[in-house]
């Protein structure tokens, strides 16, 4: 087997955030063909857990601590120039000196970087194969927080997007290959960077259909006979926070002036003050974090993804349809997802319609919930398992001449 170094800037283990579930399959995938080399931080204490479950897909690896709070103050430096502050947020000299020696005692000659940040590991003239998984475009993203910010945050934040696109850029450049998690997101990154446009492809995020499937059982963790709607994600992510606050404020209340008794449930981890607060509010429950989700799904009515801002694909709302659950979506929440509003999940666009469409669901009218839940497993079930995905990675990395998607 050949080695490969594997870069990832969070520890890819589940189920805690989609970019560690599409990281983990692949480090899973890389495990099945490679002698996998993995670089990669530990920003949350109870990830430390995982690291023996890591290691056992791995011949070594490199496990760097990373304070968030400290990487903040850290990244600040990099005002004063021409630098984005997530490259300095992600520095770290003893991950440099590892993948050095790595690369001295290991005849390593590929290189997987997940996530933009960690290109800057990968510039050693050794690395004759490299390819890039953005998964999404990160400075874009930036781009669009400020828009709902206010001064300094805002310029803070636009300076962000420039100075990462200006690195997503560089990177693109000289990697051989560059991959998103969606069409979309693939094709806004080829206006964003030309010069890169025909070696710049995309695969979708999977599901575990075996993992999130309807035919396990769970104890209900909801009261007795309610009508639940749920959101499931990591509740410290800002998207995240932004749309179960515009949901439960704005839509919750217009559902239950018409289904008093319908409650809604915000599932996931490390809920912000900001999100713990919507508990005061009237049918809304936060949970925090949750041994497993999949029982929060499987006894809810209706699964929610209300996000006005969005990149990439969203693994809560592919888990949702492959628990077979009916699924209401905001264009946002679509985005990526090869789904068919009104047949494979439900879409609207504004509070009333949300709440128009959620009565619709909870009352099951017409079948049209049961209807839709069936077309979501289905769906999920024909395009989005991960050996699928990630058919074609091998090829990328092993191959020796130069990638041109326009020719695929």
């Known amino acids: 087997m050949e080695h490969l170094l594997f870069l990832a800037h969070r520890i890819p283990y589940p189920p805690n955030k989609g970019d560690k579930i599409r990281s983990f399959h692949l480090l899973k995938h890389l495990a099945l063909r490679y002698h996998v080399h993995l670089g990669t931080f530990v920003d949350d204490p109870a990830d430390w857990q995982h690291v023996e479950t890591v290691k056992a897909y791995c011949q070594s690896t490199h496990f760097a601590s990373l304070n968030p709070l400290t990487a903040r103050l850290r990244s600040l430096a990099a005002l004063v120039g ?43 003239a050794r690395l004759k194969r490299c390819v890039v998984d953005f998964v999404d475009v990160d400075s874009d993203k930036w781009q669009q927080y400020s828009a709902k910010k206010t001064w300094p945050m805002r310029w803070l934040y636009q300076r962000e997007g420039v100075q990462l696109l200006k690195y997503e850029q560089q990177l693109a450049a000289r990697a051989d290959a560059s991959l998103f998690v969606s069409q979309a997101e693939a094709q806004l990154f080829r206006q964003l ?14 599901v575990d259909l075996a993992y999130f499937s309807p035919a396990h059982q769970f104890d209900n963790p909801y009261p007795a006979g309610s009508a639940v709607l749920v959101f499931t994600g990591a509740m410290d992510y800002w998207p995240n926070i932004d ?9 919750m209340p217009l559902v239950r002036a018409r289904h008093p008794a319908a409650l809604f449930y915000i599932v996931g981890s490390r809920p912000t003050p900001q999100v713990r607060a919507l508990a005061d509010l009237p049918g809304v429950s936060v949970t925090g974090t949750v ?13 929610v993804a209300p996000l006005r801002i969005a990149r990439g694909i969203q693994n809560k709302v592919l888990e949702a349809m492959a628990m077979r659950m009916p699924v209401l979506v905001s264009p946002q929440a679509l985005e990526g997802i090869d789904a068919m509003p009104g047949q494979d999940l439900a879409l609207a666009d504004h509070a009333e319609a949300f709440a128009d469409a959620a009565v619709t669901l909870l009352e099951n009218r017409n079948g049209q919930a049961e209807r ?12 989005y398992g991960w050996d699928q995905q990630l058919a074609s990675l091998p090829t990328l990395l092993d191959s020796q001449l130069p990638v041109n998607f326009n020719e695929s």
């Open 372 to 383: 839709l839940a069936a077309h979501a497993r289905e769906k999920i079930e024909t395009h």
């Open 82 to 124: 021409q630098r984005a502050l997530s490259l300095d947020y992600y520095q770290n000299r003893g991950l440099h000196d590892w993948v050095a020696q790595a690369l001295e005692s290991t005849p390593i000659s590929r290189v997987l970087v997940f996530s933009s940040v960690m290109g800057q590991y990968a510039e050693d």
């Open 193 to 206: 960077a030309p010069a890169s446009a025909h070696k710049t492809g995309h695969f979708n995020n999977g």
């Open 291 to 303: 041994p497993d989700i999949r029982p929060y799904l499987a006894h809810a009515t209706l699964a």
């Open 243 to 251: 749309a179960v606050q515009w949901f439960a404020k704005d839509i």
